[in-house]
């Protein structure tokens, strides 16, 4: 089944302390990209990636950091987490063709306290 | 239709009928307009596109409606039944994808 999976769903973490949430996608696809998603303010990218070891930053990419040393992975960093990054993030892949056509995770809810 | 509120703007439909859910864009560079689907819980999902070249663009149950001159977007759904029942957002693409905010689509039975 083509799909996108993040890990974990669900974390509760204090701040300062480092975290990883990370996305893998199994359709072979070049283009992949982290958003949060907070009431009122819909999706926000974080970063994307457009192949194995290029990224750009997103919208908002302060405090966060990724990685793509692998097509099919793509982790996404909190060096120091803090309560304002208490939100849902998303992982998305998709062909460079079609970027318009995401493929999403199901969510990582995340709380800094 | 989309808002920057903290509030989502709600629409409510009778089952059975048609759905329109409209949107905003900026960007007149954009070449392609996108609709997403977000169930409770679940991480959004594609609808349909429609190039910027385009007027009109129909899927199953869906077409996607885009008046440049006005800088509108709408999203029909015929015959609307629960499962529709989700945020929707629209988005656009120029360099990258820029999503709206959402409208919730609530189902009376």
């Known amino acids: 089944e083509a799909q996108v999976t993040q890990n974990p769903r669900y974390l509760i973490t204090v701040t300062g302390k480092k975290l990883t949430v990370t996305c893998s996608q199994n359709m072979n696809h070049e283009y992949m990209s982290w958003y949060r998603q907070d009431p009122g303010l819909g999706l926000r990218q974080i970063y994307y990636?457009?192949?194995?070891?290029?990224?750009d930053k997103g919208d908002v990419p302060e405090g966060y950091k990724v990685s793509r040393k692998e097509k099919r992975n793509f982790p996404l960093i909190l060096e120091s987490p803090s309560p304002n990054q208490t939100s849902l993030y998303f992982c998305a892949s998709s062909s460079l063709r079609t970027v318009y056509e995401q493929y999403f995770g199901p969510g990582t809810r995340l709380t800094v306290t | 239709g989309e808002s920057v509120g903290l509030h989502l703007p709600t629409l409510s439909v009778q089952e059975g009928d048609n759905s329109i859910i409209n949107c905003a864009y900026s960007?007149?560079?954009?070449?392609?307009f996108i609709w997403y689907k977000q169930e409770s819980g679940k991480g959004p999902q594609f609808i349909i596109d429609i190039r910027s070249n385009m007027d009109k663009r129909q899927g199953q149950r869906v077409t996607v409606l885009l008046n440049k001159t006005v800088k509108h977007l709408s999203l029909q759904i015929a015959a609307t039944q629960p499962g529709d029942s989700a945020v929707y957002f629209c988005a656009e693409r120029d360099d990258k994808i820029i999503f709206g905010k959402g409208t919730r689509l609530h189902i009376l039975p």
């Open positions: 990636s457009m192949n194995v070891e290029v990224t």
């Open positions: 960007n007149s560079a954009s070449d392609y």
